[in-house]
């Protein structure tokens, strides 16, 4: 087995291999790709499962943020803290009657809420939750991402085609020019930190970086510094989150490319914002701030081995739980940020919003690029804070 | 080797399928318990309750379309940019960064090139400048 996905992580211990010879043997022939199946479709179910609620919590989360940005108290009757208050959404919208206007194009509209959701579930592949539990460190993961994430655009241009509404048209128009346009420094700058990790799967690029906030990439050098704020505002835009939701622009598009969405189609729509979301926060978090990497080296487990005598197996999985933590938690912070940025900022207009890109991201983004290959080659790989460290040990009682 | 790479990539055919899954599957249970009564106003497109004229699918402004023209240029460079990316680590600790280096800058200058020239055509202009136009107006109606 090669040693990249959350199968290989699963083998190392006594009970797989068991279960292998056995399987092996009662069947015939080598059970390796068929265990291998049987462990992904479990953790993907578990992964999809988890991302739903998240996508779900996500839209509490929204109401009850904004409720508390405006002195408000937000959803508060279903459950505790009105906490099951997707789940009651979810059923309302599952039980709405589903209306195809007759203009409509049939098979293209039916099409692209599934479109939406097939993209964003598969990005959800190589995101990296910890060093063992990713499900498929693909070598050209982070480029996978970036191109399997452009099909939402597809997926929200063709929702306002189909609708043959006006309000739709002009919307999912929007939304396409405005994804495709922002998918340009968004990829720019993760060429700056593909630069700096040497490698495009996401073990590599997180594996490059370290625990403390010094070891990260946002801190690397002021190039890559300025890059996550580029690649977070592109981020935003992508996944029409205000300021940047014109495609939607509820206060003259009506509802845009979704408006003659019902029940759960729109259910669907929203769904996949929400979890493309959290997919963009994650990507943030493993490119620029460390991803699941926590300090001093425990998220190998080796370190409790020999302090405390604890058996290998057990340490390594508390070694993936705190790095699933971390990961977890700092993706959840800028999730916070998402919300926060929207309910302070007002919405663009089309003009500034292309202005935006192409005339200040974009230039930014390339300056970035050529800033972060000079910087490799001038200072041979190392961080800012290395170099100044290092002439902080040379030059000690110097002055 | 061949099973192996099938290995590795048997996560995204589940994920998709079970996207398809998950949007079918919620569907076909609302298909099951979900109202039907459809009627002609309820299917016709919503339009702020005047009666939609005409169809959606017309001709649109032609800006977009310059906007995709440029999308497209760019994310192919961006898409030639990655391999380059990836290998400049390594060929730097032996010594060859100097040559990537020179050539990384040779296609971003390309590209910037690309760049200032739509900037200076004004194609990134979403709402263009009346100046030039307002000069040569024709001047209807009006007598001098």
Same mark, same amino acid.
Request: net charge neutral.
């Given at each position: 087995m090669n040693n990249s996905t959350v199968v290989s992580y699963f083998s190392q211990s006594n009970e797989f291999i068991h279960v292998h010879a056995w399987l092996s043997k009662a069947l015939g022939f080598d059970a390796t790709s068929l265990m291998a199946f049987v462990i992904f479709a479990v953790i993907a179910l578990i992964i999809v499962g988890a991302m739903a609620t998240i996508g779900g919590l996500g839209t509490y989360a929204e109401r009850k943020i904004s409720a508390d940005l405006q002195a408000r108290m937000g959803p508060n009757r279903v459950g505790p803290f009105g906490l099951l208050q997707f789940l009651a959404d979810g059923v309302k919208m599952i039980m709405k009657e589903d209306i195809i206007t007759t203009n409509a194009d049939k098979f293209t509209f039916n099409l692209a809420p599934v479109l939406c959701m097939v993209g964003v579930f598969a990005t959800l592949a190589v995101v990296p939750y910890s060093s063992g539990f990713i499900l498929a460190d693909l070598n050209v993961g982070i480029f996978y991402l970036v191109g399997m994430a452009s099909l939402v655009g597809v997926g929200v241009f063709l929702g306002g085609y189909a609708s043959n509404s006006k309000w739709s048209m002009l919307g999912g128009m929007? /939304? &396409?020019s405005q994804i495709i346009s922002y998918e340009i420094p968004a990829t720019i700058s993760i060429i700056a930190?593909?630069?700096l990790a040497g490698g495009l799967s996401m073990k590599t690029l997180v594996g490059a970086q370290g625990g403390l906030p010094h070891e990260w990439f946002l801190f690397h050098n002021p190039f890559a510094f300025m890059a996550f704020f580029v690649y977070f505002i592109a981020g935003l835009a992508e996944t029409n989150r205000a300021p940047f939701d014109l495609p939607e622009a509820e206060s003259e598009l009506v509802s845009g490319y979704h408006t003659e969405y019902s029940g759960m189609k729109f259910g669907l729509f929203a769904l996949a914002e929400y979890i493309e979301i959290f997919v963009v926060c994650g990507v943030a978090v493993a490119l620029f701030l460390g991803g699941y990497k926590v300090p001093f080296d425990l /998220?190998? /487990? &080796?370190?409790?081995?020999?302090?405390l005598g604890l058996d290998s197996m057990l340490s390594q999985n508390i070694g993936q739980l705190l790095e699933l933590g971390a990961f977890v938690s700092k993706t959840l912070v800028l999730y916070y940020v998402v919300i926060w940025v929207r309910w302070t900022l007002p919405r663009l207009r089309v003009d500034q919003l292309m202005t935006l890109c192409w005339k200040y991201l974009t230039p930014i983004a390339l300056f970035n690029l050529i800033g972060c290959a000079v910087w490799m080659y001038a200072f041979n790989g190392k961080s800012i804070f290395t170099l100044i460290f290092s002439a902080a040990a040379s030059g000690h009682g110097g002055h | 080797m061949? $099973?192996?790479?099938?290995? %590795?990539?048997?996560p995204v055919v589940i994920l998709i399928a079970l996207a398809l899954l998950v949007a079918g599957g919620s569907l076909f249970l609302g298909s099951l318990i979900r109202p039907h009564n459809?009627?002609?106003?309820?299917? $016709? @497109?919503y339009e702020c309750g005047e009666e939609p004229v005409g169809t959606a699918w017309t001709n649109f402004n032609i800006r977009f379309y310059v906007i @995709?023209?440029? !999308?497209?240029?760019?994310? %192919?460079?961006?898409a030639l940019m990655f391999p380059v990316a990836a290998v !400049?680590?390594?060929f730097n600790e032996i010594g060859l960064g100097g040559t990537l280096l020179m050539s990384i800058l040779t296609f971003v200058s390309v590209l910037l090139a690309g760049i200032v020239y739509c900037w200076k055509k004004g194609d990134l202009d979403w709402v263009k400048s009346y100046t030039q136009s307002t000069s040569t107006t024709p001047t209807y109606g009006k007598k001098d």
């Amino acid at each position: 087995m090669n040693n990249s996905t959350v199968v290989s992580y699963f083998s190392q211990s006594n009970e797989f291999i068991h279960v292998h010879a056995w399987l092996s043997k009662a069947l015939g022939f080598d059970a390796t790709s068929l265990m291998a199946f049987v462990i992904f479709a479990v953790i993907a179910l578990i992964i999809v499962g988890a991302m739903a609620t998240i996508g779900g919590l996500g839209t509490y989360a929204e109401r009850k943020i904004s409720a508390d940005l405006q002195a408000r108290m937000g959803p508060n009757r279903v459950g505790p803290f009105g906490l099951l208050q997707f789940l009651a959404d979810g059923v309302k919208m599952i039980m709405k009657e589903d209306i195809i206007t007759t203009n409509a194009d049939k098979f293209t509209f039916n099409l692209a809420p599934v479109l939406c959701m097939v993209g964003v579930f598969a990005t959800l592949a190589v995101v990296p939750y910890s060093s063992g539990f990713i499900l498929a460190d693909l070598n050209v993961g982070i480029f996978y991402l970036v191109g399997m994430a452009s099909l939402v655009g597809v997926g929200v241009f063709l929702g306002g085609y189909a609708s043959n509404s006006k309000w739709s048209m002009l919307g999912g128009m929007r /939304g &396409a020019s405005q994804i495709i346009s922002y998918e340009i420094p968004a990829t720019i700058s993760i060429i700056a930190i593909v630069l700096l990790a040497g490698g495009l799967s996401m073990k590599t690029l997180v594996g490059a970086q370290g625990g403390l906030p010094h070891e990260w990439f946002l801190f690397h050098n002021p190039f890559a510094f300025m890059a996550f704020f580029v690649y977070f505002i592109a981020g935003l835009a992508e996944t029409n989150r205000a300021p940047f939701d014109l495609p939607e622009a509820e206060s003259e598009l009506v509802s845009g490319y979704h408006t003659e969405y019902s029940g759960m189609k729109f259910g669907l729509f929203a769904l996949a914002e929400y979890i493309e979301i959290f997919v963009v926060c994650g990507v943030a978090v493993a490119l620029f701030l460390g991803g699941y990497k926590v300090p001093f080296d425990l /998220g190998s /487990g &080796a370190m409790l081995v020999e302090k405390l005598g604890l058996d290998s197996m057990l340490s390594q999985n508390i070694g993936q739980l705190l790095e699933l933590g971390a990961f977890v938690s700092k993706t959840l912070v800028l999730y916070y940020v998402v919300i926060w940025v929207r309910w302070t900022l007002p919405r663009l207009r089309v003009d500034q919003l292309m202005t935006l890109c192409w005339k200040y991201l974009t230039p930014i983004a390339l300056f970035n690029l050529i800033g972060c290959a000079v910087w490799m080659y001038a200072f041979n790989g190392k961080s800012i804070f290395t170099l100044i460290f290092s002439a902080a040990a040379s030059g000690h009682g110097g002055h | 080797m061949s $099973t192996l790479h099938l290995d %590795v990539y048997m996560p995204v055919v589940i994920l998709i399928a079970l996207a398809l899954l998950v949007a079918g599957g919620s569907l076909f249970l609302g298909s099951l318990i979900r109202p039907h009564n459809p009627n002609k106003l309820k299917e $016709t @497109a919503y339009e702020c309750g005047e009666e939609p004229v005409g169809t959606a699918w017309t001709n649109f402004n032609i800006r977009f379309y310059v906007i @995709a023209l440029i !999308f497209i240029i760019f994310d %192919v460079e961006s898409a030639l940019m990655f391999p380059v990316a990836a290998v !400049f680590k390594k060929f730097n600790e032996i010594g060859l960064g100097g040559t990537l280096l020179m050539s990384i800058l040779t296609f971003v200058s390309v590209l910037l090139a690309g760049i200032v020239y739509c900037w200076k055509k004004g194609d990134l202009d979403w709402v263009k400048s009346y100046t030039q136009s307002t000069s040569t107006t024709p001047t209807y109606g009006k007598k001098d």
